[in-house]
Each structure stands twice: as structure tokens, then as C-alpha cells.
């Protein structure tokens, strides 16, 4: 099937309606010629450079950012657990917003939410730094969620493709977030609101690129604009493999953002010095972009995605298990180890929305679901670990508490990759 005569698929639940034969060419004619596809491909990779960017730089800081307002360890891993609960919180609301407002403008309004969220962070106060991070985790949430239906719709012969260029840029983003934190709080006078507050122009740049697509948009409604189809989709929360994706999705949430938040003071506190762990959990970082664009290609080459499933678990188990065992001697083996199996993980987990999806409108419903339900269950990953970490003293307890989320991923995520539509 060429893009020609391919369903241009526009999913209800996330503002993008669907049209098919002739009225499907014309809208989708009409759109591309309002905005060249490279510019459309410009204005996803800058979307994408931003969903981890703004997590992924609190971390190397987040001892200081603590120390600077006198937070326990459970406290201070609010400051990256909040974040996570309202990617969750976020993506519940995000096709209601998409229907009402269309998913371009409502992608903009997330990176211009993002920006503002980034220097509210930045003020100084515990109720701002709390409140920056809920603008931050619903803005990046609503980026999560619509990603994967505008992918499906102006890239429907590309998805699994495209979908690796997204988490490669996605991934990169935080890689460079990562490794720049230090050394941008060294350059700017030695503060950690200014490290942070250097993100928000890269949103704010993201946003500026998004702005033709909303034009494109609003043009589609037109008067020489085919008044689209709604599509119904499917109800996948009555599914058992939607929620088999979901689990999987939510695991491998929880396993990263717990090496998001505590990574670098799990190296500090075995004697690394805060610059070294800040280089290695940047070097994690990097090596989540080969995991991130290569297992999306080969999953959409497999019938079942079973080996891959298998392959990054163990991966991130192994690392996981490095860090029990030797975290500073072995660190940067460990963190490469869990870099790519990380990487590969949340591209497979974003991979299997579209391939367990029969169409564009499943896809974004499964997409709500999957990351409405999993970021919740991966937000009380940082929090627990951090809590667990103050009552025991040390790293090992929270640290075989999540080598068992890996296992349970396993099995669960054998049985999302089955070949088979929700």
C-alpha cells in the first residue's frame, strides 16, 4: 500500500480525526502542502528533544537542590517523583484537551507550559520548586501522549521509523541535559536555578517550530478542506493485551525514572565525586540512544517482539544487579549495560502501542492508557526508593526491589509482544 492510497489515520481521542479513500488524500494533500514534511520532521524532533530534558537535568543536582532547602531524602525525591506522577496525571487529560483544542495546538501549548514550568522551578522557594515540577511533568505528558497518534497519522508508512527517530531524539535530548548540568551551574556562577533555567529556551525554541503545524491545522478546517471521518477506535481498557502493554510500559517507566532521580547520588555515595557521576550518568544517557532508535526497526521487522523483550530486561537486570554488587568500580560498564537496555526498553514500549494497535484511533487510545496508567505506577518508583534508601541506610534493598519489577516486566512484556491486535 503506498501513502497514496494508505487510510490517513486521525485518532478521536487525541483531536485527530480519521478520513479515508479520496477525502483521506485531499486532507492529507493539504496538509503537507502547507508545510513541507521536513519541516513537520523539524518540528517533532524539537518536541522530542524536550520530553526528558527537563527531567534528565535535576538529577546530577538534585543533592544540591536538596541541600539548599534542607529536604530529606524522601523529600527531595519528590522533587523528581512529581514530575513523574503528573506524567501520569497529564495523560489522562490529554485527549480530552486534543478533542476540544486539536492536537497541534495543544502540543504547543504543552512545550509553552513546559518553559514556564522550568523557571517557575527555578524560583526560590519549595512550593515553586513542587509547583515547576507538576507544570513540568503535565506539559511532558501531554508531549507523550499525542506523539505517537501524529506520528501514525502523517508518517503511516514510516511509524516504526519514525517512532525511532523520536525516542533517539527524545533520548538525546537527555543525554545532552545530563552532561551539561554541572558544567553549565559551574559557568553560570555556580547555581543550580541557572542550570535549570537554561532548558526553557530550548522549549521555547521547540515551540516557535511547532507554531506552522498549528497553522497547517486550523487550515485543514478550511473550505476546500474534506470535512473528515470520526473514527471510533477500539476500547482497550476491557483488553488483556492493552493492559499487558501498559504493564510493560509502566515497569520499564518505573526502572528508569528510579535511576533518573538517584543514579548519580548512588555513585556520590559510594565516593564519586558529583562531576564524575554527572559524566557517567550522562554516558547513560548516550548509550540509551542506540537502545532507543535500534529496537524500534528490528521490532517492526518481527512478527513477535519476544527476543527483544527479553534481550533489554536482562540487559537493564544485569545493570541493575552491577550496581548492587560493584556501583563505583564497575560504573561506567553498569551504566552502559543499563543505558542501551533502557533505551531499548522505552522504544519497544512505545513501539508495541503502534504494533499491537489495529489502527491510528487504537493506537492513541492505547497510548492514554498505556502511559496514563504507567507513569502513575512508575512515579512511586523515585519516592519508594528514596524512602526505602532513608529507612535502611543504604542502596540494596531498593535496588532488589526493582531487579523484581524486571522480572515481572519480563512476563508481562512476553506476552505484550505476542502477535496479536488489541
Known sequence: MTAETETVAQPEATGIRTAAGPAAVGVRRARLGLAHPALLLVGIVLAS???????????????????????????????????????????????????????????????????????????????????????????????NVLMPGLIKRDFPDRAASMTSVYTGAMIGGATVAAAASVPLEQSLGGGWEASLAVWSLLAALAAVAWLPQVLVARGRTGRNTPAP????????????LAWQVTGFMGLQSLWTYVLVAWMPTIFTDGGMARSEAGAVFAFNN????????GVPLLAGRMRSQRPLVALVTVMVGIGYAGLLVAPVQGAWLWAAVLGVGQGGAVGLALTLIVLRSGDAATASRLSGMAQTVGYLLAAGGPLAAGAVHQATGSWTVPILLVLGACAVALVVGLLAARDRKV
Not at 286 to 293: E, N, S
Request: net charge positive; glycine share 12%.
Open 229 to 240: 471521518v470520526v473514527a471510533a477506535g477500539r476500547d482497550v481498557w476491557r483488553s488483556a
Open 49 to 143: 528533544l524536550n520530553m526528558r530534558a527537563a527531567l534528565a537535568s535535576v538529577s546530577p543536582l538534585v543533592g544540591e537542590i536538596g541541600a539548599s532547602f534542607g529536604l530529606s531524602s524522601t523529600a527531595t525525591s519528590l522533587v523528581t517523583s512529581v514530575p513523574v506522577l503528573f506524567l501520569g496525571l497529564g495523560a489522562a487529560v490529554a485527549p480530552w484537551l486534543a478533542r476540544r483544542l486539536g492536537a497541534e495546538t495543544v502540543l504547543l501549548g504543552a512545550l509553552l507550559l513546559l518553559a514556564a514550568g522550568i523557571l517557575l522551578r527555578v524560583v526560590p522557594s519549595v512550593t515553586a520548586l513542587y509547583g515547576g515540577g507538576v507544570l513540568v511533568g503535565t506539559a511532558i505528558a501531554l508531549l
Open 286 to 293: 548516550l548509550l540509551q540512544v542506540a537502545g532507543a532508535f
